[in-house]
């Protein structure tokens, strides 16, 4: 597969350490939700880096958004979150990845686990469902260190307000917003449990975060008594949230 061009068409911060981009790609095919993009950029001596990034737009969206989360020692997030501007070019790859997807066909009820900027490609999948007008029953649990970096936060809210088949909560880690009926605690099998669909109702598992936060989420999951086959996972490296 190979690249190609893309140019920045919007941009907007969605907390101080990551942003949006909204893009438009020649001949873009469309893509499923929960896939991914290649990103490739290349320097005036003709440096090239590439770097993956899940997308976060709507399946039936003509346009691509990537949200970003900016990595201390990154060569291309530093430079996507805080130099690029609408109107620059990049180039795209993609989309990629058909194990981790939701179809807007399936009416099964689906159980989103997101850590940190794990939350993007799950992203997709509900605004997905919310355009496809499914019927379809979603949870969404996000584990977050705070408030202040928790992706998406207002719009999962109202989307969880207008939408009586989406179902969002949030676990705090380090510091909760005003009136947070719990203290912040670390993620555990626990809230897992309490959080998510009983193995009863056989719903499809999306997790995706830091490897650390994957393996345990599965491992609780199973633990609760849900069938590994229904359990489909998504890492990502860098620094993310464990539970």
Known sequence: MSFSPAT???????????RTLTLEVEGWPGH???QHVDVRLTAEDGYTAV?????????SSARLDITVDRLVDGEVSPYLVDVAEIGDRLEIRGPAGGWFVWRGDDD???????GGSGVVPLMSMIRSHGDAGSTAPFRLLHSVRSP???????????????DAHLEVRHAFSRATPPGWPAPPARLDQATIEASVFPPS??????VCGSTPF???????????GH????????RFGGIGVSP
């Open 51 to 59: 770097r993956s990034y899940s997308i976060a737009s709507s399946a």
């Open 201 to 206: 109702e056989a719903a499809t598992f999306f």
């Open 8 to 18: 920045i068409v919007a941009a907007h911060p969605e907390t101080p350490g990551a």
């Open 32 to 34: 499923r939700a929960g």
């Open 227 to 234: 069938a590994p086959e229904r359990i489909r996972t998504e």
């Open 108 to 114: 099964g009820p689906v159980q989103l686990i997101g």
């Open 148 to 162: 202040a970096s928790a992706l998406y936060y207002d719009e999962l809210r109202q989307r969880a307000a207008d």
């Open 214 to 224: 994957v393996e345990a989420v599965a491992d609780w999951l199973v633990d609760a």
